[in-house]
């Protein structure tokens, strides 16, 4: 079984059930949910003119390959009503593969470790709470010394 750490989040909508949502269909396709941190609300980063998000991470433990993994998200994405018209614009649902075990890949379809996640308060933070330890396998550094050296200023507030 492979170990997947992923990032969910909504700013559209009713934001909690699209999380609620998302994370059935990740066990009903996915895999087994391992680790879930509560549910944070964020500003937006990127484009910031836009509602705040609600963020959250879990671990998985799935069968899949990590394509296969990230087909069964964009699976989900859609069924869910994503659209992907804006770069880091508004969106019902958002799922992102942050880590697929320590795997290094680098593809046109799939960059793991995500590029961006070491930038991102609205990452780490959950992902501190249910991997703190985790250490990042091309950085090299835990998730709490990520967080504690991200620059990124934006709150990132625990609602549950």
Known sequence: MNTAYL?????????QQM?????????????NIS???CVYETAAWGLEDQPEFLN????????????????AIRNIETLL???REIEWG???IDIDILFYNNDIIDTTDLVLPHPRLHERRFVLVPLMEIAPGFVHPILHKS??????????????????
């Open 7 to 15: 990032s969910l989040g909504s700013n559209e909508g009713n934001r």
């Open 143 to 160: 998730i709490t010394a990520l967080l504690k050296e991200c620059e990124d200023d934006l709150e990132v507030e625990q609602i549950n």
């Open 19 to 31: 999380l609620d949502s998302a994370l059935a269909y990740i066990v009903k396709d996915c895999g």
């Open 56 to 71: 959250m991470t879990v671990a998985i433990t799935s069968a899949l390959t990590a394509k296969q993994l990230l087909t």
């Open 81 to 83: 009503g994503r659209k």
């Open 90 to 92: 508004q969106r019902n």
């Open 35 to 37: 680790l879930q941190s």
